[in-house]
């Protein structure tokens, strides 16, 4: 089949199967030198990337639903500013990740972000509680909660549960949670600056 | 184009009656959800006996989800995610706690519920969660008339976790009952990784509710995921003569009793030390119940 | 040299490669039948004939194949490369080549044979102080061979351009590379160069298999022409080794002598054999006052893969089995190992240890005895070793219900770095500075400096000489001069090198006073085979916390506690950082899916010297050593043999159970 995507700025018409994974896709018909680990399956973690800014395992990942998509690797994403807030966030906490899944936990954090910026973006335009239904005790309740509290944070073992992701454990579960909070308002700073 | 290889032709039904009629006239073709199983086995790709796909993501039918009254229905190609957000205004914290652990988000955007419980020789989280809520499932089957019918998630597999219906029909949706949540008692339990270890890891659901120091109408149901899909009115009933509070001696021989009709359950070749990690929890789990009761 | 955009242009089209393995191990190939030409067409196919006569690469005396000939020594071993324009084509193709294969009479696992003999070290009469001696202690301990297969792949690119062969890869030892290459495929070693790439090899897995991989590639580009990729997936071995101490004492618990047996199997292809008798030796002489001491190591052959460094080659492992020997003996005489082991350590004199400095040299006794101190004391040791103590009056500990499964362990010890002197000695090792005419300085260390390393170099000649950091250029690997001070796996930060840096330097400030441009000196290694076989000063103790999760049956570890004292940081952060990764790394190691979100607590101090210190190896012997100590207290039950599964924990809770029985249930 003929795959039409954008993977790092650059866009491309490839011919390919139809159920080729995108990890392999981009290790062999966009042929770079950059070493993503091939674990075939064993979900290591380390071929992740952005597919229309949203993290996903690229070896789960086929061919034919990535028509017109917007794929961001790693390699793209070190370019981007939001990387640089991640990267200081790393310097000032002196903790980083192995270079063997420096890439992946990377991506990893900026997933976790993008979802800390749609839970406060929803805290800020409101909790539309009276058109849902909510049984008492119901987690809605817990999350309304958080949400009005205003903290819009993420829980240590929701960071936990999305950093297992990388099967490498090379980073304390606390700095992880530091760097993220860390990255969050430098992030949120220059937001701020901007506007 | 590889010389040794075929690109697999893909098919995209906009209805549920298409892809009948896709399967019907590609008997070879395989129903493609989210993909995130069939994408982790081991040498997927690239297979020189790949086959056609049918890819469901196209039937608008099968991404709906609503809640009436007495249940919650969801489409098959509902991600496990979107379940998530629709259930947080209605699961109780432990259940929503329960497929929040399912994997990280990057995997519940992308698995469906559907595919979860259809997948052949594997049986994970999804499947025990909706087995002890008692959920229903639509299935059509592959034929003609393409009949449908609804049928407890429970009668999907046999005691060794093997799908039983295989290639022959299509799960459309699922209905989970939502009726009696704030009156039950929800717990689950995964231990280890079904996807990454599932040899040795152990998933727990129960679901019961507690009448004048009894626990009454339990449901439980334990996955070992390459193994065991148990579920039991005997231990059930057995889990019914429970009284508060629990002591060791009442949690041991509710173990006992587990361990042996486990043994009897599972596939050959069961590691022992799954078995004995699915015992322990459910120990664990009567010693948590008896702490919560005891509390208050 | 060219850019490297422009030299492997992989938007051409060019040959990817992937290799054929073995099933079996220990096996005659019986027949290899290939997939018929019509499925396939525009395939190159390499095996051992296409090598002649040179079909292997040489490490020192040894040989490592490229190819299996005619039989397979272990599972894993290359059959076959096969080479073609399509990645899914060659995939194909090599899952369907059929190779069939006749088991050998001893069996597809024959039990290892010795290699090479005996290693025997002692000092004093051990025979004297057992006879004295009021008791002995004997303990065992087990390194059962594990790998790690989620390093991922390794991708080897070459292209041939005016004649040489370029080749871009990562490895540890780019100059192995280059002379392999050039030995197989007779060519001039000018004629190869290596574009090396920054990497990271925890297990030390670039040090051996890519020059196999780039020797293979190289003759598929010969022969085609052709740009050539070859990858193959990356994986490392722990050797399995068995270690045996005895060690005599007084009835006031003085310690005497003590006895070593260790035997290591370097898999199927032993090689540096002899650097691994003098690494061993180093980690089974214990960091205590004893009077005596004997040693004997023996390293065998087997029909396992060839052995991996893992970073060291078996100092760490050996150190464990000490330690953990000496916290059981410890134990043995009703006493707190963390405590007993800072009372022995309190007891080294001015003298400092003999025994133990005429093996390894360079360590602070007094900082080891601080280092001790403060992990005992941050770890709140005493308290907690005794509580768990208490609770093992409990005959079932792991309980779902009440958890009395708690232990702590601690460890403490030199860490050395580098190959030994005596090999040092015995390679005529030296390196050569040279102030040339237009005032620039080149270095040639034979080793591909990386960023941390060359400044840490310039920071030593600056002392000496002073000249700007721009103007000092390291001779590059490709370079004809480059020597070779063999794997950076063990040379990097060798002490030899520092030591003969500034020995180079001194003597060229020197010879700057009254010399013309230009000026070369060389300085050469001058260590006697008497001398100790290790310099570092590196020194330290870990202490770890951990309790047993219930229903996993898994190790959770709370919590570690690591002091240690170097010569010289440079760069205070990035170390930090890479402890902690030695750490999770061995915790995941010993304890597969233990889950590591414990809380390490990490000092390191240094006196500013310029001399060799190195942590790791140290590091992951003590973090062993003290992990086995934890769960040994945790379980009730002596650990001697890792890594520990839950199977093994299951193993043991069923133990304590059947013991139980008839009494408390």
């Known amino acids: 089949m003929r795959l039409t995507c954008n993977i790092n700025g650059t866009q491309y018409s490839l011919v390919v199967n139809s159920d080729k994974p995108l990890s392999q896709i981009l290790r062999e018909n966009i042929i770079t030198f950059a070493e993503n680990s091939q674990c075939l399956g064993a979900s290591c973690g380390n071929c992740i990337v952005l597919i229309n800014g949203s993290a996903a ?127 969050y308002k430098y992030r949120s700073r220059r937001r701020a600056r901007r506007s | 184009m590889p010389e040794g290889l075929r690109s697999p032709t893909v098919f995209t039904p906009k209805t549920v009656s298409e892809a009948i009629s896709n399967k019907l006239r590609n008997p070879g073709a395989r129903y493609w959800a989210g993909g995130t199983y069939i994408m982790s086995r081991p040498n997927f790709y690239p297979n020189p006996n790949q086959r056609d796909i049918i890819s469901l993501a196209g039937i608008t039918d099968l991404s709906r989800i609503y809640h009436a009254d007495r249940y919650l229905e969801a489409g098959a190609m509902v991600t496990i995610q979107q379940l998530l957000t629709m259930g947080s205004f209605i699961f109780s914290k432990d259940l929503y706690n329960a497929i929040n652990s399912i994997g990280s988000s990057v995997v519940r955007n992308q698995a469906t519920l559907g595919g979860s419980l259809c997948t052949n020789d594997m049986r994970f989280t999804m499947s025990c969660l909706l087995a002890t809520l008692n959920a229903q499932v639509e299935v059509r089957m592959v034929s003609r008339s393409a009949p449908s019918r609804w049928i407890p998630v429970s009668k999907l597999y046999d005691r060794k976790g093997n799908f039983l219906f295989s290639d022959n029909a299509l799960l459309t949706k699922i209905r989970i009952p939502t009726d009696n949540t704030s009156q039950n008692m929800f717990i689950a339990k995964t231990l280890d990784s079904p996807m990454l270890n599932p040899s040795e890891s152990v998933i727990l659901g129960l679901q019961y509710s507690v009448n004048q120091g009894t626990i009454t109408t339990p449901t439980m149901c334990i996955v070992l995921p390459s193994s065991c899909f148990y579920m039991s009115q005997d231990f059930d009933n057995l889990l019914s003569t429970i009284s508060f509070p629990i002591t060791r001696d009442k949690a041991q021989k509710v173990a006992r009793r587990l361990a042996s009709d486990l043994r009897m359950s599972v596939r050959q070749n069961t590691d022992q030390l799954q078995i004995e990690r699915a015992v322990r929890l459910l120990e664990h789990v009567l010693y948590e119940i008896n702490t919560n009761y005891l509390a208050g | 040299m060219p850019e490297q955009s422009d030299l492997f242009d992989l938007t051409k089209k060019h040959l990817i490669g992937r290799l054929v393995t073995s099933t079996v191990s220990n096996a005659r190939i019986a027949d290899i039948s290939m997939p018929g030409e019509s499925q396939f067409r525009h395939m190159l196919v390499l095996s051992a004939s296409d090598f002649g006569n040179h079909n292997g690469i040489r490490i020192m005396d040894e040989e490592l194949p490229f190819f299996a000939r005619d039989e397979v020594c272990y599972k894993g071993q290359p059959v076959l490369a096969v080479f073609g324009y399509d990645s899914e084509d060659v995939e194909l193709f090599c899952k369907q080549v059929k190779v069939s294969y006749q088991i050998k009479p001893d069996s597809e696992d024959p039990a290892p044979e010795q290699y090479g003999s005996p290693f025997i070290w002692s000092y004093g009469n051990t025979d004297e102080y057992f006879t004295a001696a009021a008791k002995t202690f004997r303990s065992t301990f087990e390194i059962t061979p594990f790998s790690n297969s989620m390093l991922g792949d390794q991708r080897i690119f070459v292209v041939q351009k005016e004649g040489k062969f370029n080749i871009r890869l990562s490895s540890q030892w780019p100059i192995h590379v280059r002379k392999s290459v050039a030995e197989a495929l007779d060519c001039p070693i000018e004629d190869v160069v290596v574009h090396n790439q920054p990497y990271y090899a925890p297990y030390d897995q670039l040090v051996v298999f890519p020059s196999i991989l780039a020797c293979i590639a190289c003759m598929a580009s010969r022969i085609s022409g052709e740009l050539v990729q070859l990858s193959s997936p990356m994986v490392s071995w722990q050797p399995r080794m068995l270690i045996e101490h005895e060690t005599a004492y007084m009835q006031d618990g003085t310690l005497l002598a003590d006895r070593a047996n260790c035997s290591v199997d370097m898999g199927a292809f032993p090689f540096f054999s002899s650097e691994v008798y003098h690494n061993v030796l180093a980690g089974l002489v214990p960091t205590y006052p004893l009077k005596a001491a004997e040693v004997c190591i023996i390293t065998n052959r087997s029909s396992a893969p060839p052995s991996n460094f893992f970073g060291d080659l078996g100092f760490s492992m050996a150190q464990a089995g000490t330690e953990s020997h000496f916290s059981q003996l410890a134990a043995s005489i009703g006493m707190q190992p963390g405590v007993w082991k800072l009372g022995r350590i309190s007891e080294i004199g001015p003298a400092g240890l003999p025994l133990c400095e005429s093996v390894k040299q360079g360590a602070d006794y007094d900082k080891l005895e601080k280092s001790a101190k403060e992990v005992i004391e941050s770890s709140w040791y005493s308290r907690k070793y005794a509580a768990n103590s208490q ?25 050395i770095m580098g190959f030994s002197q005596q090999f040092n000695a015995s390679a005529n090792y030296s390196i050569t500075i040279t102030m040339n005419e237009n005032e620039t300085l080149s270095v040639n260390t034979g080793i591909q400096a990386d960023r941390t390393m060359t400044a840490i170099w310039k920071e030593t000649i600056r002392k000496f000489i002073d ?41 060229l400030a020197r010879k700057l006073r009254f010399s013309r441009l230009p000026i070369s000196v060389t300085a050469e290694n001058e260590a006697e085979l008497t001398d100790p076989f290790y310099y570092s000063s590196g020194i330290g103790a870990v202490a770890i916390d951990l309790h047993i999760d219930t229903v996993m049956l898994s190790p959770i570890i709370d919590n570690v506690w690591v002091n240690f004292h170097l010569s010289h940081v440079f760069d205070m952060d990035r170390l930090l950082n890479k402890a902690r990764h030695t750490i999770t790394a061995v915790l995941s190691d010993i304890c597969p899916r233990s889950t590591a979100k414990c809380n390490i607590d990490i000092k390191i101090d240094q006196d500013g010297s310029f001399t060799a210190s190195s942590l790791t190896a140290g590091l992951r012997g003590l973090t062993t050593a003290a992990l086995v100590g934890a769960l040994s207290q945790a379980l009730g039950h002596t650990i001697h043999r890792i890594p520990v599964t839950s199977d093994d924990i299951l193993g043991i809770a069923i133990l304590q159970h059947q013991n139980s029985e008839g009494g408390e249930k």
Do not use: W
């Open chain 1, 57 to 183: 395992l690229s070896c789960l990942v086929p061919a034919f639903k990535l028509n017109g998509a917007s794929i961001l690797t790693f390699e793209g994403f070190q370019k981007t500013r939001f990387c640089h807030d991640i990267e200081r966030a790393f310097a000032d906490v002196g903790n980083q990740p192995c270079p063997q899944c420096y890439p992946s936990k990377t991506v990893i954090i900026e997933s976790i972000l993008n979802k800390l910026d749609k839970e406060n973006q929803s805290r800020l335009t409101g909790f539309n509680e009276s058109s849902a239904s909510q049984s008492e005790g119901s987690a809605a309740n817990e999350h309304a909660a958080r949400s009005r509290s205003g903290s819009g944070a993420i829980s240590t073992e929701m960071i936990a549960k999305e950093m297992a992701m990388s099967s490498c454990q090379c980073m304390e579960i606390s700095d992880v949670e530091k760097i993220i909070n860390l990255a």
């Open chain 3, 391 to 415: 609770k093992h009056l409990i005959p079932v500990r792991m309980n779902p219900a009440i958890n009395y499964s708690r232990g702590i362990g601690f460890a403490c010890g030199e860490s």
């Open chain 3, 467 to 507: 000249i700007p950091d721009e103007d000092i250029i390291f001779v590059d690997i490709n370079d004809p001069d480059i020597l070779d001070l063999g794997p950076s796996a063990l040379s990097r930060k060798i002490g030899i090198v520092s030591a003969l840096l500034i020995k180079a330097c001194s003597e």
